[in-house]
C-alpha cells in the first residue's frame, strides 16, 4: 500500500479536517457534500486517533455512519497520519463547537455560538429556505376580538408571548376557520410577536413549504432543508389544508414530530378541523390535534362593525374627506356578513364610489354599490361522503356499489358522476378522490371527470341531472 500523498507536521487537526472536506468535496460532487457533509464538525481528536465528529441530528448521524464512515477515515487519515478512526456524536441543535485544537486540547470554556438560522446565506443549503415575510400590519394591535374569536386569540397571545425557555403549553397550537375570518392575520400576529420577543420563528405557507421542500429535493439540499427548519424556535404554517403528496406530507410529519418533541413550538391554521383533513394521514392528523385546536367562528355584527370601523379610519388616513356616515355603516355589518376580506372590500368599494366619482354615500347607493356581497353566502362545504351517498340514491344503486369494483353500467355511470361531482365540488386532489372511492388510481378519476366534461355538452338529461345533484348538494 503506498503512503498517504500528504501528511501534515504536528497536530494540526483542524487544517487537517478543513482539508479533509475539500477532498470529500471533490471526490463526491457539490450535491452530496452539501447534503451530507457540510454540517460535520471537528469537536476533538483523543490519543489513540480517534476523531469525534458531531453532526446535529440522529438521522445525519446513521446515514453518514452507515454510508460514509469508511470513506471519512480514509480521506481524513489520507490528510492526517495520526487518525484511524472516527466516531460520531449527537451535537446541540443551535450550537457550534468550539474548534478542536489536537490530541490535548480541553473542552472549551468559551461561550457557545449560536447559529442564526432566519438570515439565508449564499450557501444553496439554506438558500431553499426563507421564510415568507411577516407583515407587521396584521398585528395584536389591529385584531379585534369579539365571542367568536376570544379563544384563540387568547391562545395566540399565550403563544406569542412565552418565553423560549417556558414550558410550550399548547403545542401545536391548530387554529381554524372558514374564508377571511382572521387565520392569517392571527397567525402573523402570533410570528411578529414572538420574532419581537427574540424567538427564530419561521412563517410559511403550506404552498411555501412545499416549494421549499420540493426544490430542495431536486437541489438534492433537502437535508439542510429539514436541519433548518428543526433549528428555529418556533414554526407557523398557514393554509395547511393545501399540504398535498406523500413525500412532502411525510416530510411535514417529521418535521412537527422533530420540533414539538424537542420542545418548539408550532402554530398551524387550516380552513377544517384536523380530523376532516382528508388528505393528510391519520397519524398526522392526530398530532396536529394532540395540542389545542380551536375554531374562529363567524364574526358577530358588532365585531363587524368594529372591524368596518377600523378599516374606515385607515382609509381617512389617505382620504381625510372620506366618510361613511353610521347608519351605512350599521347596514354594512348587518348585512355583509360572509367575512372579513368582504368588509375590507366593501369599505374599498364605497371609497372609489366617493372619491372616484364623487357620489354621495347613502343608504340607497351603498345598497346598489355592494349588492353582490350582500348576496354572497358562504358556499356550503361539500364531503366526498355525501357526493356518494346522494348520487347513489338518485341512481338506486348502493353506495358499497359506488366505491366496488363492479363495472356493470348501472354502477360506472353514477359512479362517474361522482368522481366528476367531487372533483369540482371539493378541492380535494385526484389522488385523494381515488382513495376515497374504493383505493382507485388517479388516472381513472381523471379519467371519469372527462369523461363526464366531455358528455355534459352532448347529453342534456345528463347535464340535467348533474344540474339537479349539484343543487341538491349545496342546500
Ligand atoms: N378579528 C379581526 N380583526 C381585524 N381584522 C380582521 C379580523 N378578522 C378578519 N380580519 C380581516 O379580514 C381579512 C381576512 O382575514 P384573513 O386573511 O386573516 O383570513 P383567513 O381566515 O386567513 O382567510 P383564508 O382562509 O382565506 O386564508 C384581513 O384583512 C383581516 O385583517
Excluded: C
Excluded at 5 to 10: K, T, Y
Excluded at 75 to 100: C, K, W
Excluded at 458 to 464: F, I, M, R, T, V
Amino acid at each position: 500500500m503506498s503512503a498517504p500523498a500528504h501528511l501534515p507536521a504536528g497536530g494540526d487537526f483542524e487544517s487537517a479536517w478543513q482539508r479533509t472536506q475539500k477532498r470529500l468535496r471533490a471526490e463526491l460532487g457539490e450535491d452530496i457534500y452539501l447534503s451530507w457533509f457540510a454540517r460535520i464538525e471537528l469537536e476533538r481528536v483523543s490519543d489513540s486517533g480517534m476523531a469525534h465528529l458531531s453532526v446535529p441530528t440522529r438521522f445525519l448521524k446513521s446515514w453518514i455512519q452507515s454510508h460514509y464512515a469508511e470513506r471519512i477515515v480514509r480521506a481524513f487519515s489520507a490528510e492526517h497520519g495520526d487518525i484511524r478512526q472516527i466516531e460520531l456524536e449527537l451535537r446541540t441543535v443551535g450550537v457550534r463547537p468550539q474548534p478542536a485544537r489536537g490530541a490535548a486540547a480541553q473542552p472549551a470554556a468559551a461561550k457557545p455560538e449560536h447559529i442564526d438560522v432566519q438570515r439565508p446565506t449564499a450557501d444553496p443549503t439554506t438558500a431553499a429556505l426563507v421564510g415568507s415575510p411577516i407583515d407587521h400590519r396584521l398585528a395584536f394591535d389591529s385584531f379585534l376580538v369579539g365571542r367568536s374569536n376570544a379563544l384563540a386569540h387568547a391562545a395566540a397571545r399565550e403563544v406569542a408571548s412565552a418565553r423560549p425557555s417556558e414550558a410550550i403549553r399548547y403545542n401545536p397550537l391548530y387554529i381554524h376557520s372558514a374564508v377571511g375570518l382572521g387565520k392569517t392575520h392571527l397567525l402573523h400576529a402570533i410570528a411578529g410577536a414572538a420574532e419581537a420577543g427574540g424567538r427564530r420563528v419561521v412563517y410559511l405557507t403550506a404552498e411555501r413549504f412545499m416549494f421549499g421542500f420540493v426544490s430542495a429535493l431536486r437541489a438534492q439540499t433537502s437535508l439542510a432543508f429539514k436541519e433548518t427548519l428543526r433549528g428555529i424556535d418556533m414554526l407557523v404554517i398557514d393554509d395547511v389544508q393545501f399540504l398535498q403528496g406523500k413525500t412532502v406530507q411525510a416530510e411535514f410529519g417529521h418535521t412537527l414530530n422533530a420540533l414539538i418533541d424537542a420542545g418548539r413550538q408550532v402554530v398551524v391554521a387550516a380552513d377544517r378541523p384536523p380530523a376532516e383533513l382528508e388528505s393528510l394521514d391519520e397519524r398526522l392528523r392526530s398530532r396536529l390535534a394532540g395540542g389545542l385546536a380551536v375554531e374562529m367562528g363567524s364574526l358577530d355584527e358588532e365585531l363587524r362593525l368594529q372591524i368596518l370601523k377600523n378599516r374606515l379610519a385607515a382609509a381617512q388616513e389617505a382620504h381625510p374627506n372620506f366618510d361613511v356616515p353610521p347608519s351605512v355603516l350599521s347596514y354594512v355589518a348587518r348585512t355583509v356578513t360572509a367575512n372579513g376580506r368582504d368588509l375590507e372590500g366593501a369599505i374599498t368599494r364605497l371609497m372609489a364610489h366617493n372619491t372616484l366619482t364623487g357620489t354621495q354615500i347613502t343608504l340607497e347607493m351603498a345598497e346598489e354599490a355592494l349588492r353582490d356581497l350582500v348576496r354572497n353566502r358562504e358556499p356550503k362545504r361539500v364531503k366526498i361522503e355525501d357526493i356518494q351517498r346522494i348520487v347513489a340514491r338518485h341512481y338506486n344503486v348502493s353506495r358499497a356499489d359506488i366505491l366496488s369494483a363492479r363495472r356493470t353500467a348501472t354502477v360506472v355511470r353514477p359512479r362517474q358522476i361522482a368522481m366528476y361531482l367531487a372533483k369540482v365540488l371539493t378541492l380535494r386532489s385526484l389522488p385523494e378522490i381515488g382513495r376515497r372511492f374504493g383505493g382507485r388510481d388517479h388516472t381513472t378519476v381523471l379519467h371519469a371527470v372527462r369523461k363526464i366534461d366531455g358528455l355534459l355538452k352532448s347529453d342534456n338529461s345528463l347535464a340535467e341531472d348533474v344540474d339537479l345533484l349539484k343543487r341538491m348538494l349545496s342546500e
